[in-house]
């Protein structure tokens, strides 16, 4: 399992390093009425809606903003929606290890280890009380008596209008969901985060809390809004502005569910206008973007990948990423995931090889195939035997593979020092670096994220109490 998820990291890593970012611009209209200012985008111009790259540069921008310029702006059209939004589900395993991450700065051990804390019980002046169920789940399901406790307690502590017609079901979204256990949430409402606070850590308390207030929120009623759009026409262009405001907080009075991809919510209120409006043109301008690369998986994102990929098991996802941890064949960087240059090796050299076995799609079925025998409804042996054969084989075909295929990366470069030979790129004790493949005759070494002329302006530059090196092995040994 640990295969599938360090291939996930590499290949995005992969993605990351062949992205080219591109140009593109956008065109705002600032205005006010009133007091109120507002900020509106073009959507439409020449009569047609406006695409991401439609202006690629700063020249058309420019053009465009030429073409406005001098006209005035009109209100043309006013839609106005009822907006309404749904509480999420119950905590699973995987969620609950989600949001700890966004909303707490969990890493998904330390929630796993304070929840199992909170499991086996906690002394609240009553003993030591198991104060969540078990945290194991892919379960959203809620016992009845669970239902009846939460809405009595919607209804007596937070308000009636909370409480919708009747209990809310929901439906599991992992594709491998067993839903052996109840979804996690309080053994009981009514022990609030504030009243058990005093028996608690800090870290217990934190995830407590967070999982009360989801287990009372997904019984509540939706959060209501009032959106509104306005279209505004200047000249062959037409500026869009989207307004939303809350009128009434429903779940969103307890609990908030989190997202790495949160987008804005407009929650800004606008003023009262009517179609045909003259609006004063405060600023007409253009901003300048670039488009970004795929984001590197963090805790959360990855275990949501697992989890869609059906690799791994609530049991599973921490062990996961601590072995990734472990091993070294990842790193954290501002709390994203990166993988090592021993992590890269290992990767190339597993899917080059081992294609099946890191397949995503073969360890969801064989995780399939060990739930089925856990639960009696298939037998171990066959099992074992169909995976386990060609694998020992697979394995003692490619004993006799060279280190250096997997470490070794030509580079479409002359050496700069002996001119004769390609530069390579090899792995060595300090990790990657940049070498002559004609050492040790030639001992020509440069950092991996150097140039050639960076190299020698370096090496050039006086350096005190450090011999040069020719260690092939050192990535920091002299040019020359």
Same mark, same amino acid.
């Given at each position: 399992m640990?295969?599938?998820?360090?291939?996930?990291?590499?290949?995005?890593?992969?993605?990351?390093?062949?992205?080219e970012?591109?140009?593109?611009?956008?065109?705002?209209?600032?205005?006010?009425?009133?007091?109120?200012?507002?900020?509106?985008?073009?959507?439409?111009?020449?009569g047609?809606?406006?695409e991401?790259f439609?202006?690629?540069?700063?020249?058309?921008?420019?053009?465009?903003l030429?073409?406005l310029?001098g006209?005035?702006?009109?209100?043309?059209? !006013?839609? @106005?929606?009822?907006?309404?939004?749904?509480?999420?589900?119950?905590? /699973?395993t #995987?969620?609950?290890? =989600?949001? %700890?991450?966004?909303?707490?700065?969990?890493?998904?051990?330390?929630?796993?280890?304070?929840?199992?804390?909170?499991?086996?019980?906690?002394?609240?002046?009553?003993?030591?009380?198991?104060?969540?169920?078990?945290?194991?789940?892919?379960?959203?399901?809620?016992?009845?008596?669970?239902?009846?406790?939460?809405?009595?307690?919607?209804?007596?502590? !937070?308000? @009636?209008e909370?409480?919708?017609?009747?209990?809310?079901?929901?439906? /599991?979204? #992992?594709?491998?969901a =067993?839903? %052996?256990h109840e979804?996690?949430?309080p053994?009981?409402?009514?022990?609030?985060?504030?009243?058990?606070?005093?028996?608690?850590?800090?870290d217990?308390?934190?995830?407590?809390?967070?999982?009360?207030?989801?287990?009372v929120?997904c019984?509540?009623?939706?959060?209501k809004?009032?959106?509104?759009?306005?279209?505004?026409?200047?000249?062959k262009?037409?500026?869009?502005?989207?307004?939303?405001?809350?009128?009434?907080?429903?779940?969103?009075?307890?609990?908030e569910?989190?997202?790495?991809?949160?987008?804005?919510?407009?929650?800004?209120?606008?003023?009262?206008?009517?179609?045909?409006?003259k609006l004063?043109?405060?600023?007409?301008?253009?901003?300048?973007?670039?488009?970004t690369?795929?984001?590197?998986?963090?805790?959360?994102?990855?275990?949501k990948?697992?989890?869609?990929?059906?690799?791994?098991?609530?049991?599973?996802?921490?062990?996961?990423?601590?072995?990734?941890?472990?091993?070294?064949?990842?790193?954290?960087?501002?709390?994203?995931?990166?993988?090592?240059?021993?992590?890269?090796i290992v990767?190339?050299?597993?899917t080059?090889?081992?294609?099946?076995?890191?397949?995503?799609h073969?360890?969801?079925k064989l995780?399939?195939?060990?739930?089925?025998?856990?639960d009696?409804?298939?037998?171990?042996?066959?099992v074992?035997?169909?995976?386990?054969?060609?694998?020992?084989?697979?394995?003692?075909?490619?004993?006799?593979?060279?280190?250096?295929?997997?470490?070794?990366q030509?580079?479409?470069?002359t050496?700069?020092?002996?001119?004769?030979?390609?530069?390579?790129?090899?792995?060595?004790?300090?990790?990657?670096?940049?070498?002559?493949?004609?050492?040790p005759?030639?001992s020509?070494?440069?950092n991996?994220?150097?140039?050639?002329?960076?190299a020698?302006?370096?090496?050039?530059?006086?350096?005190?109490?450090?011999?040069?090196?020719t260690?092939a092995?050192?990535?920091?040994?002299?040019?020359?």
């Open positions: 640990q295969s599938p998820a360090l291939r996930l990291i590499c290949e995005r890593e992969n993605e990351i390093r062949a992205f970012a591109q140009e593109y611009w956008t065109v705002h209209l600032d205005s006010h009425k009133g007091r109120s200012k507002f900020t509106a985008k073009l959507a439409q111009y020449n047609a809606k406006l991401q439609d202006l690629p540069n700063e020249a058309a921008q420019a053009d465009v030429k073409e310029e006209k005035e702006a009109v209100v043309t059209a !006013i839609e @106005k929606k009822k907006r309404s939004r749904n509480p999420a589900a119950p905590f /699973t #995987s969620t609950m290890q =989600q949001d %700890a991450v966004r909303k707490l700065g969990f890493t998904t051990d330390r929630t796993m280890r304070t929840a199992q804390q909170l499991y086996e019980g906690i002394d609240v002046g009553q003993g030591a009380i198991g104060l969540i169920t078990y945290m194991r789940t892919d379960s959203v399901n809620l016992a009845d008596e669970a239902l009846t406790e939460i809405r009595h307690y919607i209804e007596n502590k !937070i308000g @009636k909370y409480l919708p017609s009747a209990a809310k079901q929901y439906k /599991t979204k #992992s594709k491998n =067993q839903e %052996a979804a996690i949430r053994t009981s409402v009514y022990r609030t985060p504030e009243s058990v606070k005093p028996f608690l850590s800090a217990q308390f934190k995830l407590y809390q967070m999982i009360w207030q989801r287990t929120a019984q509540m009623t939706p959060a809004f009032d959106q509104t759009t306005v279209d505004i026409t200047v000249g262009g037409v500026f869009r502005v989207t307004g939303q405001v809350q009128t009434f907080a429903g779940f969103l009075s307890v609990y569910e989190s997202s790495d991809d949160e987008e804005s919510e407009d929650g800004k209120k606008l003023p009262e206008m009517s179609e045909g409006d004063p043109v405060d600023k007409l301008y253009g901003e300048q973007h670039f488009t690369p795929p984001p590197r998986y963090n805790e959360a994102t990855l275990v990948a697992l989890e869609e990929y059906g690799i791994g098991r609530p049991s599973t996802y921490a062990s996961i990423i601590s072995t990734l941890k472990d091993r070294e064949y990842v790193t954290l960087e501002q709390k994203r995931f990166m993988p090592t240059d021993t992590g890269d990767n190339k050299f597993l080059e090889h081992f294609a099946q076995y890191v397949d995503y073969f360890t969801a995780e399939d195939q060990l739930d089925e025998i856990a009696g409804k298939r037998r171990w042996i066959p074992m035997d169909k995976f386990w054969k060609p694998f020992i084989k697979q394995v003692e075909e490619k004993e006799g593979i060279e280190r250096a295929k997997f470490t070794t030509e580079l479409n470069e050496c700069p020092k002996c001119g004769e030979h390609k530069l390579q790129i090899k792995f060595g004790k300090m990790g990657r670096f940049v070498a002559c493949a004609g050492y005759e030639c020509y070494t440069r991996v994220n150097e140039t050639a002329e960076e020698a302006e370096r090496i050039a530059k006086p350096r005190l109490n450090k011999p040069n090196s260690d092995n050192a990535p920091n040994a002299a040019v020359g």
